[in-house]
């Protein structure tokens, strides 16, 4: 069993910048994709960013492109998520998501078995 637990959210202003963290214990050898998700008040939950756990490559969503990095660290079983250039828009709370079996697509929640309870992130503009 994975847990996960987010940290980092707060308020910001626009253009200014925040950085997630998520740290990951259990069966954290078991894991083949890590992810940041979003839910904004009324909306479905987004896909921001993901990272493999093998290989280490990244994928982000065209609206957090050339803003946002996700990166990892193996020994501290940690994921980052560095968010720039923060809109009003990226209001929302972020989960972190992990994926215990492989799959080519690191788009869809359903990929995703574990889940962290999310940290809020306000951005005023």
């Known amino acids: 069993q994975v847990q996960l637990v987010e940290s980092g959210g707060g308020l910001v202003q626009a253009g200014g910048s925040l950085r997630l963290s998520c740290a990951a214990s259990?069966?954290?050898?078991?894991?083949?994709?890590m992810g940041w998700f979003r839910q904004a008040p009324g909306k479905e939950r987004e896909v921001v960013a993901a990272?493999?756990?093998?290989?280490?490559?990244?994928y982000y969503a065209d609206s957090v492109k050339g803003r946002f990095t996700i990166a990892g660290d193996k020994a501290k079983n940690t994921v980052y998520l560095q968010m720039n250039s923060l809109k009003a828009e990226d209001t929302a709370i972020y989960y972190c998501?992990?994926?215990?079996?492989?799959?080519?697509?690191?788009?869809?929640?359903?990929?995703?078995?574990?889940w962290g309870r999310g940290t809020q992130v306000t951005v005023s503009s």
């Open positions: 990272i493999r756990g093998s290989g280490g490559s990244t």
């Open positions: 998501a992990a994926g215990a079996i492989w799959a080519a697509d690191w788009a869809p929640p359903r990929n995703y078995n574990y």
């Open positions: 259990g069966g954290t050898l078991s894991i083949y994709l």
